[in-house]
Nanobody, 117 residues
Framework: QVQLVESGGGLVQPGGSLRLSCQVS????????GAWYRQAPGKQRELVAT???????NYADSVKGRFTISRDNARNMVYLQMSSLKPEDTALYYC???????????WGQGTQVTVSS
């Protein structure tokens, strides 16, 4: 059974930093594209960042230069380092993995990030 468990969310002041972690079990992370999505209240879920199996990264324009996605295949972990956080970054953040050929996505349950003074 595939499980993705996020952690690291919380309340942070504007300008602060957080590091989200996603523990993957039941699949070899090295075979999958890793990604982080977020969903703010009343809005659609949006893609934040992706990291390919070879390590290539892509980011939403709104987070470029502030967020960094990374992976540790040996530990089956995906990370999202967030800095210079803004109130508009407030959302439920979801970890996602997807096979590049079979297009079979898996999701975590989400971790809340709130940016407020």
């Amino acid at each position: 059974q595939v499980q993705l468990v996020e952690s690291g969310g919380g309340l942070v002041q504007p300008g602060g930093s957080l590091r989200l972690s996603c523990q993957v079990s039941g699949r070899m992370l090295s075979d999958y594209i890793g990604a982080w999505y977020r969903q703010a209240p009343g809005k659609q879920r949006e893609l934040v960042a992706t990291i390919a199996t070879a390590g290539t990264t892509n980011y939403a324009d709104s987070v470029k230069g502030r967020f960094t996605i990374s992976r540790d295949n040996a530990r089956n972990m995906v990370y999202l380092q967030m800095s210079s956080l803004k109130p508009e970054d407030t959302a439920l953040y979801y970890c996602n993995i997807n096979h590049p050929i079979y297009n079979r996505p898996y999701w975590g349950q989400g971790t809340q990030v709130t940016v407020s003074s």
